[in-house]
């Protein structure tokens, strides 16, 4: 079993930034990525940002290239999202996610490619 806890959410002004982070604990040596989903109500949830654990390798939804950062400590049991120039519409509930594999036949900003799930922390900006 692997825990995400999730932290770092509120609200901010446009322009603010905030930084999410997502603790890991469990069986930590069966994750092999992670990434951050974001849900607005009534809307599908999608992928923001994954990162390999072994290569540090990153990749980015297009809407958020630029302003966003995704990171880990040395230990990879806490990762983070860095989010810059925050907009109205990265308003959301965000989930960190951990995955057992870097491959797979799901590509990384499917759902079904995550095994485990944190709580979700709001992420609130009004213009």
């Known amino acids: 079993q692997v825990l995400l806890v999730e932290s770092g959410g509120g609200s901010v002004q446009t322009g603010g930034s905030l930084r999410l982070s997502c603790a890991v604990s469990?069986?930590?040596?069966?994750?092999?990525?992670m990434a951050w989903f974001r849900q607005l109500s009534g809307k599908e949830r999608e992928a923001v940002a994954i990162i390999y654990s072994l290569t540090g390798g990153t990749v980015y939804t297009d809407s958020v290239k630029g302003r966003f950062t995704i990171s880990q400590d040395d230990d990879k049991r806490t990762i983070y999202l860095h989010m810059n120039m925050l907009k109205p519409e990265d308003t959301a509930v965000y989930y960190c996610?951990?995955?057992?594999?870097?491959?797979?036949?799901?590509?990384?900003?499917?759902?079904?490619?995550?095994?485990?799930w944190g709580q979700g922390t709001q992420v609130t900006v009004s213009s």
């Open positions: 996610a951990a995955s057992d594999t870097a491959g797979g036949v799901w590509y990384w900003y499917q759902r079904e490619r995550y095994l485990w």
């Open positions: 469990g069986y930590t040596y069966r994750v092999k990525a």
